[in-house]
């Protein structure tokens, strides 16, 4: 299933019972096919998410939320920037993100985590670009 925010995501710490979680997050897109679906949230770690960086938001991002979804076991984290024109993939290996591919964003990202599934950067930047001029 796909997710857009606002949804709160609640993240375990090796082994939390739902009730202990203690971290809330709200990624910008996720894929999930392992975790609790609730009618507000999410429990567990997504397959796959995406971050997409802001001035406001890319520090944050980068020194946070990446080291907690790594604690969170998530296969796959994005973090797109458009003003750089480039996605920062980091994937989990043993337990650990490596230094993340960082990869243009042009033709098509294939999602490791999700095998079917890909991410077409033109088709996507063309309509964003048709949908305002802030893009």
């Known amino acids: 299933m ?38 507000r949230n999410i429990m567990g770690a997504p397959n796959w998410l995406v971050e997409v960086l802001s001035p406001s938001t890319a520090r944050y991002d980068r020194n946070i939320k990446i080291p907690v979804y790594e604690r969170a076991g998530v296969p796959e984290v994005w973090l797109v920037d458009f003003d ?33 599934g890909s991410v077409d950067w033109d088709r996507l930047l063309e309509n964003a670009r048709r949908a305002g001029p802030e893009y």
């Open 2 to 39: 796909i997710y857009i925010a606002p949804l709160d995501v609640c993240l375990p710490k090796n082994g939390d019972r739902d009730e202990e979680i203690d971290t809330v997050v709200q990624p910008d897109v996720l894929i999930t096919t392992r975790a609790h679906t609730g009618s």
């Open 84 to 116: 750089a024109r480039t996605v920062a993939i980091y994937r989990l290996s043993e337990g650990r993100y490596g230094s993340p591919t960082v990869t243009p964003l042009q033709g098509k990202t294939q999602l490791t985590a999700i095998p079917e």
